[in-house]
């Protein structure tokens, strides 16, 4: 019984991570991106080259990556948890399949977003 529960519980906090981590991860990385043209414009520190793109591309595109990673995970959660079948009332089911449904496609949405996000840095310069 107790694993049971236990599993029931890591169910549910794994579907409201997969339910709110597509906008948390897009507003951390909207964050980190709004920091990163500040300290561009105000300091030195992202003055270098690596791999051909300089360091605040580098760095745009490195978070971009691992934040599109995270969302895609989120997304498939969603997915896992769509298919999974519960021994729970059928209410409390109903609600979580709605959970995984609406957040797959919110997921994709951020997704979008956060690729919307990367484009400009590479398209404009940071400072004006």
């Known amino acids: 019984m107790v694993i049971r529960c236990y599993r ?13 981590g597509g906008a948390a991860i897009w507003f951390f990385q909207f964050a980190i991106f709004y920091s990163l043209a500040e ?8 003055n270098f080259t690596f791999l051909g793109l300089s360091g605040v591309h580098f760095i745009a595109l ?3 990556l691992i934040f599109m990673a995270l969302v895609l995970y989120a997304t498939f959660v969603s997915y896992r948890y769509r298919h999974l079948s519960s021994q729970v009332a059928r209410d409390v089911e109903e609600r ?3 959970m995984a449904r609406a957040s797959i ?16 840095v ?6 004006y």
């Open 39 to 46: 300290i561009r414009c105000n300091s030195t520190v992202l």
């Open 96 to 98: 979580r399949i709605f």
């Open 105 to 120: 496609y919110m997921n994709w949405l951020y997704l979008l977003a956060i690729i919307a996000t990367i484009v400009p």
């Open 122 to 127: 590479f398209l404009l310069p940071p400072c």
């Open 62 to 64: 490195l978070v971009g």
């Open 8 to 20: 029931l519980q890591t169910v549910v906090c794994s579907l409201w991570f997969a339910f709110v």
